[in-house]
């Protein structure tokens, strides 16, 4: 399964979901995610 996959499948999301990868993360993938209530990074 993917980051993205995980991402996708957590419940706190309204409505669909654009994901985008925040770069600079030294030990892990950060992702910005947008949905209905705005943008959430995301690790």
């Not at 999301?13 to 770069?23: A, F, K, M």
């Amino acid at each position: 399964m993917s980051a993205e996959d995980r991402i996708r499948a957590l419940p706190c999301w309204n409505g669909s979901i654009e994901i985008e990868p925040l770069p600079g993360g030294l030990s892990n993938a950060n992702f910005v995610v947008t949905d209905a209530a705005g943008r959430h990074v995301v690790r």
